[in-house]
């Protein structure tokens, strides 16, 4: 079966809102049912019209950011526009009508050498600029320190397909490329990144790279740091041209000093990757498992393999009846009652396809799990975009709501959902608000995985405060179980201190070293990452 999931249109999300607000979500009566259950019954508070400080950079400062080429706005729309990202938290000081953070102006080049020229009048005048293209950062990594005047270095006009080489099976992209445009922009060539992650509706090339994203199909192409085989950085020392083969002794590979750099080292304005033919069949099953040890068992058991499906997901029991309840959401319309819903999927040529098909099929049922049939699959594949789209309407309805990941290796998978779990229940039902608790996984390697936790509780009247708790619990107990802050949602602010404290001094050292040869005055993104 051929499909044309590549073609899902850009999406640009309303600030303070996630996804389409020309295709809105609504819970069902079960889900609404559910959040009675947990004492939620009363509508959030309308949002508050949003207050934008006034600017700090004075007309010569504009007028030099001007002079770059760049196109340059104060305006408060734009300014808000480019406000954070979509965490919770993020959502919820958009509903307070709290904009103190916003950029003191937008500046959008058109060109690599404009980007350069930007950055030599912010280093010049010591302006703090914050890279932004897609928007969807979840840990903070829009919120640069404020100590001196901000600017938001809009990526979006650095797009298209720069260049391919089909013999290598490598695409050069410029850095603001949504990703549905790069998926349409190489179909025409018969290519296809692959890259799919939650937010692939708004996320773009480079802020794919910078963040280390992770995309459903990682088990079969990847994560995007694997996929990435050079990039262009520019700072404030020059341009430097990163990556000359696929693999080198020539020293350390500076690749991985970028990737996951969220804009501290420089500005990324192409990204070379790694791309392969848009497969010919794609199919998507599901598995029900009755138990998520025996799931993530099985899964493991996949991942240690030599042959491998394309997708692999598996939710827990919580997750499963959640998706079970609002067909709508991202998840199966159909099984059996209890146990973990598993999506497995395999996409390429017939013969591949048919072989890694059978051997999966029946290695999964030696493995104890029950075949769904190809109906939950293809529920989920169309509608995997449109999970998160629940949040906001979660939101109004008075329930805080919100996602956290990590990840381990598999001899530590199971205290640590344990270990997480209980830190957040805890820390919520100690406020007064029992939680309900979600997990699964969807990205797996030989030696371990990651958990990806959905938290659904009552909101109090200071959700923030209410999340902070929680949030600051579940580091904690990550830290505690050895487990490692992200697997792809980034470092940004919220994660910094648990990132340093993971890393050690040393470590820390030899990248404040980095930070201060490439941008020796401070002005990339301020406080991301590192203090």
């Known amino acids: 079966m051929t499909t044309s999931e590549t073609t899902v249109d850009v999406v640009d999300f309303t600030p303070g809102r996630w996804g389409n607000p020309n295709d809105p979500m609504l819970l069902s009566d079960s889900v609404v049912g559910a959040l009675t259950m947990l004492g939620i019954n009363e509508a959030a508070p309308a949002p508050v019209a949003l207050s934008i400080p006034a600017t700090r950079l004075d007309a010569d400062a504009l007028t030099a950011l001007a002079d770059t080429g760049a196109r340059v706005s104060t305006d408060d729309a734009a300014r808000a526009a480019r406000l954070r990202g979509y965490s919770t938290p993020d959502l919820l000081k958009f509903r307070a009508g ?67 080489d089909e013999v290598s099976q490598i695409a050069t992209l410029a850095a603001g490329t949504r990703l549905p445009e790069a998926e349409r922009l190489l179909a025409e060539h018969g290519y296809e990144l692959g890259h799919f992650p939650q937010s692939y509706e708004g996320a773009t090339v480079g802020g794919c790279a910078v963040t280390r994203s992770a995309g459903q199909s990682s088990i079969g192409y990847g994560r995007f740091d694997d996929m990435v085989v050079g990039l262009t950085l520019v700072t404030p020392r020059g341009v430097a041209e990163i990556g000359t083969a696929p693999k080198s002794a020539a020293g350390p590979d500076l ?75 991202a998840g199966s319309a159909s099984g059996p009652v209890g146990g973990c819903l598993m999506i497995v999927g395999f996409e ?100 371990g995985a990651s958990l990806y936790f959905t938290v659904i509780a009552n909101a109090l009247a200071d959700p923030l405060a209410q999340w902070g708790e929680a949030k600051s619990a579940a580091n904690a107990a990550i830290r505690a179980a050895g487990a490692s802050i992200t697997h792809h949602h980034a470092v940004g602010t919220d994660h910094r201190a648990t990132y340093l404290d993971e890393i050690g001094d040393v470590q820390v050292t030899a990248l404040r070293a980095v930070k201060s040869a490439l941008d020796p005055n401070g002005v990339l993104n301020p406080g991301i990452l590192l203090p």
């Not at 030599?120 to 990594?141: E, H, K, N, Q, Y």
């Not at 070379?272 to 998507?284: D, E, K, L, N, T």
Request: charged share 20%.
């Open 98 to 164: 709290d904009a103190s953070d916003a950029p003191d102006a937008v500046v959008v080049p058109t060109s690599a050498d404009q980007v350069a020229a930007v950055l030599a009048t912010c280093d010049g005048r010591g302006i703090a600029l914050s890279p932004f293209a897609g928007g969807t950062t979840v840990t903070g990594g829009l919120q640069p320190t404020r100590e001196r005047p901000v600017i938001s270095l809009d990526l979006r006009s650095l797009t298209g397909l720069l260049a391919l």
């Open 348 to 447: 390429g040529d017939e013969a591949d396809v048919d072989c890694r098909d059978t051997y999966v099929t029946a290695r999964l049922a030696e493995l104890g799990g029950v075949p769904l049939g190809a109906e939950p699959g293809e529920h989920w594949r169309e509608g995997r975009f449109r999970g998160p789209y629940l949040r906001d309407p979660l939101l109004d309805a008075g329930a805080l709501v919100e996602t956290l990941e990590t990840v381990t290796f598999w001899s530590n998978i199971d205290k640590l959902k344990a270990d997480v779990t209980a830190a957040v229940t805890g820390a919520l039902g100690e406020q007064g608000t029992p939680a309900v608790v979600m997990c699964h996984i969807s990205h797996v390697y030989p030696t």
């Open 255 to 329: 690749r991985q000093l970028v990737l996951g750099s969220e804009g501290a080292f420089g500005v990324v304005t192409a990204v070379r990757v790694r791309v392969h033919p848009v497969p010919a069949v794609r199919r998507f099953y599901g598995w029900h498992f009755p138990d998520f040890t025996a799931g993530s068992a099985a899964m493991r058991a996949l991942a240690q393999a030599n042959v491998k499906p394309t997708v692999l997901r598996l939710s827990d029991e919580a997750e499963t009846g959640l998706n079970l309840a609002n067909p709508s959401a």
